[in-house]
Each structure stands twice: as C-alpha cells, then as structure tokens.
T-cell receptor, first 115, second 108 residues
C-alpha cells in the first residue's frame, strides 16, 4: 500500500527529448508537490497544487509543466530536456488543515539522467 | 523566512540517544519547527513538529527552548537504520525549505 508512488523510478534520455513523470497518492490529501534534488543534494520545491489549482510556482523554466488531472495525481512534463535537468525528482502530498500542510509525505523519487 | 543552523555532521553510537541541535533565532511567534530526515536514496520522511511545548511521538522527541530560538531532536535509542540527513525546517507560505541538514551516522 504505497502512499505516494512515482513512475518511472529511473529515466535515462537524451537532450532535447520530452518526458513525463507521474505521481499518485492514496492518502486522500488535497495538496501535492514536486521537488528537485540536484547533484549537491539540495532539495528545492518546484510546484504545488491544491485541489488541482497551482499555488506554488517557483522560478522554474517553462519547459517544466505540472498537470493535475485530479487531487490524487500530479504529473510533471518536461520539454526539451537539458543536461542540467539531471536530478532526482520527488513528489509529495499533504493535507491542508492547520499546520498539516507541512507534514508532507514523499514518494521514492525519480532519478532523471539526461545524456 | 526564519533560517535554521545545524551542524553539518555528527556520529552516534548504536543504542545511545542522538541529540540533534538546531538554531532558529529569527523564528516568529506563530512559526512551527519541523524535522524531516532523508535516508540515502529515499524520499524525505516527516519526523515531528512543534510550536512551543515539547513533543514526543514514536520516532523522536522534540525539545524547544523557552525563548524558541533553538530546538533539539532526540532519537532515544539510535539504530543503524537511523543513519540519514536530518533537516530542521521553519516552513511558511506552504513551502518546506530544505537546507544542508545534519548528516547523522550511527555506528555499531
């Protein structure tokens, strides 16, 4: 019973390609997030959706486009992949109640390698 | 955003308590202190959070000083599986901002 799942776990692709990473949560949460962890291991938020509405959009190239078809899913589509996009991408979810939004549950990560 | 300062690394003996300090001198009155950890190659894991009072759950205890300028995460009986990077975070605006954290190595 995986709470937050991501597919694929590993993704190797060439520069210029377009790829998607999928995320699903079965916790009944209404807020979902995408984080990027680069080679220096710093974890930074990219996007957040609450009830399918974008609420956080950090300074991320517009080649990255999140899509939330419903509350349980938040996918990340990346166009024209670049070498610098190589990183581990984590999906997370939380419930927006009091301080519960900061009690986030993370997926296992997707390791993206762009060659 | 309130910043946090943590030691970059610390070692702990298996079975002993691990005390992880965090300074957050600019924290404001309504900001919570959150702790997460990230075990190698896994996603971050929520541990505990607190506002003013000390908190305890099945994973750890959180001790917050009376002036709220610092806190200590206590792992009561560290195991090898507790080896991880531990993050002390003061979130706001719906964002968790992860710093460098403290790399904790539990040794047998």
């Amino acid at each position: 019973d995986t709470a937050v799942s991501q597919t694929p776990k590993y993704l190797v692709t060439q520069m210029g390609n377009d790829k998607s990473i999928k995320c699903e949560q079965n916790l009944g949460h209404d807020t979902m997030y995408w984080y990027k962890q680069d080679s220096k291991k710093f974890l930074k938020i990219m996007f957040s959706y609450n009830n399918k509405e974008l609420i956080i959009n950090e300074t991320v190239p517009n080649r990255f486009s999140p899509k939330s078809p419903d509350k349980a899913h938040l996918n990340l589509h990346i166009n024209s992949l670049e070498l610098g996009d190589s990183a581990v991408y984590f999906c997370a979810s939380s419930a927006t109640r009091l301080a519960g939004v900061y009690e986030q549950y993370f997926g296992p990560g997707t390791r993206l390698t762009v060659t | 955003d309130a910043k946090t300062t943590q030691p970059p690394s610390m070692d702990c003996a298996e079975g002993r308590a691990a005390n992880l300090p965090c300074n957050h001198s600019t924290i404001s009155g309504n900001e919570y202190v959150y702790w997460y950890r990230q075990i190698h190659s896994q996603g971050p894991q929520y541990i505990i959070h607190g506002l003013k009072n000390n908190e305890t759950n099945e994973m750890a205890s959180l001790i917050i000083t009376e002036d709220r300028k610092s806190s200590t995460l206590i792992l009561p009986h560290a195991t090898l599986r507790d080896t991880a990077v531990y993050y002390c975070i003061i979130p706001n605006d719906y964002k968790l901002s992860f710093g460098a954290g403290t790399t904790v190595t539990v040794r047998a």
